[in-house]
């Protein structure tokens, strides 16, 4: 049985809880399942920050790529069955990171979060605090997961492009941002379009 999400209310605040697990961590060994257990439905959008957040820049990083848009993809299937927390296998979530490595961890997402609500806030909450919602989000997940883990090496910012989508997503998530989730899906649709485009103009240039 899924551990089905129900995102009808407002979610606690990401940043306070990021805080507090923070300030309450010792150096004593913390297991991905202790985290996962106190972050709970904000693990996918945590998680995918991180993982996007390399790819913001126009060098391509070959493989990493690769492994990157494959682990958005099973994040995104997660997301469009509805689990509410994040699925880790379990030799992953047993495995031990020393506490002050968690402690930079949650610093670092702090900040980015601190960062990231500049422009981002709560708004057009029906667009995101749902199971739909949810699912939708999981739709980008896969579909940009896909575009960062092709080798677009033909087309300039081939990983940028996915990879801004991505952290749109991740933030219209843990700010309950509607506006950001309509400009992930414009901005996605924009990338798929620009896509089939240079495809054609590629396929007209082997004919000739």
């Given at each position: ?178 506006v950001l989730a309509v400009l992930a899906w414009l901005w996605t649709v924009s990338v798929l379009l620009l896509l089939l485009a240079v495809a054609g103009g ?7």
């Amino acid at each position: 049985m899924l551990d089905a999400v129900n995102n009808t209310a407002a979610p606690p605040d990401v940043l306070a809880a990021l805080d507090e697990c923070r300030r309450g961590l010792t150096d004593a060994p913390l297991t991905f399942a202790q985290v996962l257990g106190r972050v709970r439905h904000a693990g996918f959008a945590l998680t995918g920050m991180l993982l996007a957040l390399p790819f913001l820049q126009p060098i391509p990083l070959g493989p990493f790529s690769i492994v990157a848009g494959l682990a958005f993809t099973v994040l995104g299937v997660q997301m469009l069955r509805g689990r509410a927390t994040l699925w880790l296998p379990q030799r992953v979530l047993h495995k031990e990171l020393q506490g002050r490595v968690w402690r930079g961890l949650f610093s670092f997402l702090g900040r980015l979060l601190r960062l990231t609500r500049r422009i981002a806030r709560p708004r057009w909450a029906p667009l995101v605090r749902s199971i739909t919602a949810q699912r939708l989000f999981g739709v980008l997940f896969i579909i940009n997961g896909l575009l960062l883990a092709a080798p677009l090496v033909f087309v300039p910012f081939g990983n940028t492009m996915p990879a801004a989508a991505l952290m749109l997503v991740c933030m219209a998530d843990l700010e309950q941002d509607g506006v950001l989730a309509v400009l992930a899906w414009l901005w996605t649709v924009s990338v798929l379009l620009l896509l089939l485009a240079v495809a054609g103009g590629l396929a007209l240039l082997l004919r000739g």
